[in-house]
């Protein structure tokens, strides 16, 4: 620890007791003795005792380079800071703002996982981190499977540097740092360079790759700037990509980027990573249940009934909830995997284990994510029911199967957010219904109107 | 069942895949292509040319775990998720902490808690929790031992770094129910070759432990290539001394 030397300014007031300890006039100290004497101060401390650490860390910058050893050491994860249009499929026919979302390596500088979200919350921070952890043949859509053998690029982190967004440091992520043991470092405001890594990461992706892609919005200025405007309205004009085909140059550009040269170890970056698994191999977590359980939104204390456990406007239930509600119970936690909504985890103090519970409002026959399911289900994140003014209210509604594939066929070839449904809420789950295989038109009854009309009068007839 | 794996993989190391028992034979992919891992079952010459991010995804699945038959046996009777949501605020700062402590010494599990290399290794990570708490705020006096961190890191590796064996509340501790045979027998060899050559270091007992255990498999099971190519892998294993008091058996290097 440096000790903070205050210089004491000799009393100006009396010359006469200046000359008494051998000081007079200008001689001693002089000018450039207090300034020498002054610049010697370690400013940092001195800041941290007039104005706070906090305050302090953001005006004092270190100089120097922090070095990790080998992989896994540190991960830094970030979203981009420029953005671009895309539409979230083929037939949506206004352009949205998407933000990107990178974890890298400190020490080999490889990128661990990306992210594509229109809005991003506590379910794409989990999925950031999932993305980054997790061999890339467990998450990439299945257009690009792929390329998943080539990125080897996994294993939990000792340390992750967030920055302050809301969403990286919501609960239900900082549960998933928790229950794995690494170490959340959240980088004080305006201290970017504590994690430049991922910073001149963001920036050597955007200067390499995104900048040619067309509906890309450079960050001139701060986002809320009235001259941001202007550039984000040329950029809308420029959108082409949608949010698969952009996932794709994306996902070429980061093994182009991992497979550069790296500027310190002048070998592939990649290579430095393949070379430190030999010191410290990867740490994986194992077990698909206990997986989609950590890597879940937590919700706690949620109120247990007869029918089960609403979560998030989904309703689960199962023999063994139902009777953990008779045995009295009255308020459970359950976790939920943002990827699969299907089955949640419920845990109780009751339980030594947890009780998988299942979605009792609607059987997808396919792993759905919860923005899909919301979507299709008509529930808003607060679990309220959809305001939709449907014009067919006496017609019989579909099975679930078929209920299924025709909205997911609907939110795949969408030309827009339908009437009644949210705008953000309607793009978010485009984006992951385009994450998921293509699905047939639904089909159409052989038999037309006239038909039915015929075959009505025909039977009254008789 | 939940657990975290630290995937080292060299040649020599056994992993079962899909039930099947096969032995890592070398690496290849480099320069730009897909890197792989040289597979060979177990009773085959066939090699398998498997994608490392393949190897990682069957991992994860569970469908491949590593292998090792002298390691210490599995437990039973252990809970099958973590269960973090059930802890109070105090015991889940606990958690936290342990495990940042547990996962610094990871690498650290086989030595002795009263080795100089573990007692640093635990002052560091001691060092990292203290700036953790610092930094986050969350203040806690709990406080571990090297001899309890040891013990812990024991038993963790003893059930598969199975991360119900950790809880809060110290440890839950799981007495062994099942010792694998290899085991028994492993442990019987060391104590059978300690005592035979008292003054020869620990890596010179592991030696001969690892030459006699192969052997007696030999003969226990007729032919056994996997086996036969595990002990000639070491040098040394196979240059034995004829005239030697004990036939067989590879010299000690005496110190």
Same mark, same amino acid.
């Given at each position: 620890?440096?000790?903070?030397?205050?210089?004491?300014?000799?009393?100006?007031?009396?010359?006469?007791?200046?000359?008494?300890?051998?000081?007079?006039?200008?001689?001693?100290?002089?000018?450039?003795?207090?300034?020498?004497?002054?610049?010697?101060?370690?400013?940092?401390?001195?800041?941290?005792?007039?104005?706070?650490?906090?305050?302090? #860390?953001?005006?004092?910058?270190?100089?120097?380079?922090?070095?990790?050893?080998?992989?896994?050491?540190?991960?830094?994860?970030?979203?981009?800071?420029?953005?671009?249009?895309?539409?979230?499929?083929?037939?949506?026919?206004?352009?949205?703002?998407?933000?990107?979302?990178?974890?890298?390596?400190?020490?080999?500088?490889?990128?661990?996982?990306?992210?594509?979200?229109?809005?991003?919350?506590?379910?794409?921070?989990?999925?950031?981190?999932?993305?980054?952890?997790?061999?890339?043949?467990?998450?990439?859509?299945?257009?690009?499977?792929?390329?998943?053998?080539?990125?080897?690029?996994?294993?939990?982190?000792?340390?992750?540097?967030?920055?302050?967004?809301?969403?990286?440091?919501?609960?239900?992520?900082?549960?998933?740092?928790?229950?794995?043991?690494?170490?959340?470092?959240?980088?004080?405001?305006?201290?970017?360079?504590?994690?430049?890594?991922?910073?001149?990461?963001?920036?050597?992706?955007?200067?390499?790759?995104?900048?040619?892609?067309?509906?890309?919005?450079?960050?001139?200025?701060?986002?809320?700037?009235?001259?941001?405007?202007?550039?984000?309205?040329?950029?809308?004009?420029?959108?082409?990509?949608?949010?698969?085909?952009?996932?794709?140059?994306?996902?070429?550009?980061?093994?182009?980027?991992?497979?550069?040269?790296?500027?310190?170890?002048?070998?592939?970056?990649?290579?430095?990573?393949?070379?430190?698994?030999?010191?410290?191999?990867?740490?994986?977590?194992?077990?698909?249940?206990?997986?989609?359980?950590?890597?879940?939104?937590?919700?706690?204390?949620?109120?247990?009934?007869?029918?089960?456990? #609403?979560?998030?406007?989904?309703?689960?239930?199962?023999?063994?909830?139902?009777?953990?509600?008779?045995?009295?119970?009255?308020?459970?936690?359950?976790?939920?995997?943002?990827?699969?909504?299907?089955?949640?985890?419920?845990?109780?103090?009751?339980?030594?284990?947890?009780?998988?519970?299942?979605?009792?409002?609607?059987?997808?026959?396919?792993?759905?994510? #919860?923005?899909?399911?919301?979507?299709?289900?008509?529930?808003?994140?607060?679990?309220?029911?959809?305001?939709?003014?449907?014009?067919?209210?006496?017609?019989?509604?579909?099975?679930?199967?078929?209920?299924?594939?025709?909205?997911?066929?609907?939110?795949?070839?969408?030309?827009?957010?339908?009437?009644?449904?949210?705008?953000?809420?309607?793009?978010?789950?485009?984006?992951?219904?385009?994450?998921?295989?293509?699905?047939?038109?639904?089909?159409?009854?052989?038999?037309?109107?006239?038909?039915?009309?015929?075959?009505?009068?025909?039977?009254?007839?008789? | 069942?939940?657990?975290?794996?630290?995937?080292?993989?060299?040649?020599?190391?056994?992993?079962?895949?899909?039930?099947?028992?096969?032995?890592?034979?070398?690496?290849?992919?480099?320069?730009?292509?897909?890197?792989? *891992?040289?597979?060979?079952?177990?009773?085959?010459?066939?090699?398998?040319?498997?994608?490392?991010?393949?190897?990682?995804?069957?991992?994860?699945?569970?469908?491949?775990?590593? *292998?090792?038959?002298?390691?210490?046996?599995?437990?039973?009777?252990?809970?099958?998720?973590?269960?973090?949501?059930?802890?109070?605020?105090?015991?889940?700062?606990?958690?936290?902490?342990?495990?940042?402590?547990?996962?610094?010494?990871?690498?650290?599990?086989?030595?002795?808690?009263?080795?100089?290399?573990?007692?640093?290794?635990?002052?560091?990570?001691?060092?990292?929790?203290?700036?953790?708490?610092?930094?986050?705020?969350?203040?806690?006096?709990?406080?571990?031992?090297?001899?309890? #961190?040891?013990?812990?890191?024991?038993?963790?590796?003893?059930?598969?770094?199975?991360?119900?064996?950790?809880?809060?509340?110290?440890?839950?501790?799981?007495?062994?129910?099942?010792?694998?045979?290899?085991?028994?027998?492993?442990?019987?060899?060391?104590?059978?070759?300690?005592?035979?050559?008292?003054?020869?270091?620990?890596?010179?007992?592991?030696?001969?432990?690892?030459?006699?255990?192969?052997?007696?498999?030999?003969?226990?099971?007729?032919?056994?290539?996997?086996?036969?190519?595990?002990?000639?892998?070491?040098?040394?294993?196979?240059?034995?001394?004829?005239?030697?008091?004990?036939?067989?058996?590879?010299?000690?290097?005496?110190?």
């Amino acid at each position: 620890m440096k000790t903070v030397l205050i210089p004491e300014y000799p009393n100006q007031s009396a010359p006469e007791q200046l000359d008494a300890f051998g000081v007079s006039g200008n001689a001693w100290p002089s000018k450039e003795f207090v300034r020498r004497t002054v610049s010697t101060v370690d400013k940092f401390e001195l800041a941290k005792l007039t104005v706070g650490l906090r305050y302090a #860390l953001q005006d004092h910058r270190a100089i120097y380079r922090l070095h990790t050893t080998h992989p896994g050491e540190r991960g830094e994860l970030d979203y981009t800071k420029y953005l671009v249009w895309l539409y979230p499929n083929t037939a949506w026919k206004e352009p949205l703002l998407y933000q990107t979302g990178l974890g890298v390596d400190h020490m080999s500088e490889v990128i661990k996982g990306y992210l594509v979200t229109f809005r991003p919350t506590a379910a794409t921070a989990i999925r950031l981190y999932k993305h980054c952890v997790l061999p890339k043949r467990l998450w990439l859509p299945e257009h690009l499977q792929g390329y998943a053998n080539e990125w080897d690029v996994v294993g939990l982190d000792r340390l992750v540097a967030l920055d302050n967004a809301k969403d990286l440091q919501a609960r239900s992520a900082l549960m998933m740092f928790i229950a794995y043991g690494v170490i959340v470092l959240c980088v004080p405001p305006r201290r970017g360079d504590l994690k430049g890594t991922i910073e001149r990461t963001n920036q050597s992706i955007e200067r390499m790759f995104i900048e040619q892609v067309p509906g890309y919005v450079p960050m001139a200025y701060p986002f809320t700037d009235p001259r941001m405007d202007r550039i984000k309205k040329a950029a809308k004009k420029q959108a082409k990509l949608t949010v698969a085909e952009y996932e794709k140059l994306l996902l070429l550009a980061i093994l182009e980027y991992n497979n550069a040269k790296h500027p310190r170890f002048r070998k592939r970056r990649i290579d430095v990573y393949r070379d430190g698994l030999e010191v410290a191999p990867p740490v994986l977590p194992t077990g698909l249940r206990h997986i989609r359980s950590t890597f879940a939104l937590t919700f706690k204390g949620h109120k247990v009934t007869r029918e089960g456990v #609403l979560v998030d406007g989904l309703k689960y239930n199962s023999a063994e909830l139902n009777e953990l509600y008779r045995t009295g119970v009255k308020h459970v936690d359950v976790k939920l995997d943002p990827d699969d909504v299907r089955t949640a985890h419920v845990y109780s103090r009751e339980l030594f284990e947890p009780i998988e519970v299942t979605l009792t409002t609607f059987k997808f026959p396919e792993a759905t994510s #919860l923005e899909v399911a919301r979507n299709i289900l008509g529930v808003g994140p607060d679990g309220s029911d959809k305001e939709d003014d449907d014009e067919d209210e006496g017609d019989e509604t579909p099975p679930p199967n078929e209920r299924f594939v025709q909205e997911l066929y609907e939110l795949q070839n969408a030309p827009g957010p339908r009437r009644g449904r949210k705008r953000h809420l309607e793009a978010d789950a485009a984006v992951q219904g385009a994450r998921m295989a293509p699905v047939e038109p639904p089909k159409k009854s052989t038999i037309d109107d006239a038909e039915l009309v015929a075959m009505f009068r025909g039977s009254g007839g008789a | 069942m939940a657990r975290i794996v630290a995937v080292d993989l060299f040649v020599g190391r056994v992993l079962r895949i899909d039930g099947v028992r096969h032995r890592v034979t070398g690496f290849g992919g480099r320069r730009g292509t897909t890197p792989t *891992v040289h597979l060979m079952p177990e009773g085959s010459a066939r090699v398998i040319r498997m994608p490392r991010a393949e190897l990682y995804a069957l991992i994860v699945e569970e469908k491949a775990a590593l *292998v090792d038959d002298t390691e210490d046996p599995e437990c039973v009777e252990r809970m099958a998720e973590v269960n973090l949501s059930r802890l109070s605020d105090a015991r889940l700062v606990d958690w936290y902490h342990k495990m940042i402590l547990l996962r610094h010494l990871f690498a650290h599990a086989a030595l002795s808690p009263r080795s100089k290399r573990f007692q640093a290794a635990a002052q560091e990570a001691r060092e990292i929790l203290q700036w953790v708490r610092e930094g986050s705020g969350i203040t806690s006096r709990k406080d571990w031992s090297d001899k309890t #961190l040891n013990d812990d890191l024991r038993r963790w590796r003893r059930s598969g770094y199975a991360l119900s064996a950790i809880q809060a509340k110290g440890l839950q501790y799981r007495p062994w129910r099942t010792r694998k045979p290899r085991y028994v027998l492993a442990s019987e060899i060391a104590r059978q070759v300690r005592n035979e050559y008292p003054r020869i270091s620990v890596r010179n007992v592991h030696r001969h432990t690892r030459f006699r255990l192969a052997r007696l498999l030999q003969q226990a099971a007729g032919e056994s290539v996997a086996i036969e190519q595990s002990t000639k892998e070491r040098p040394g294993n196979e240059v034995c001394d004829e005239n030697s008091s004990h036939p067989g058996v590879p010299q000690p290097i005496r110190t």
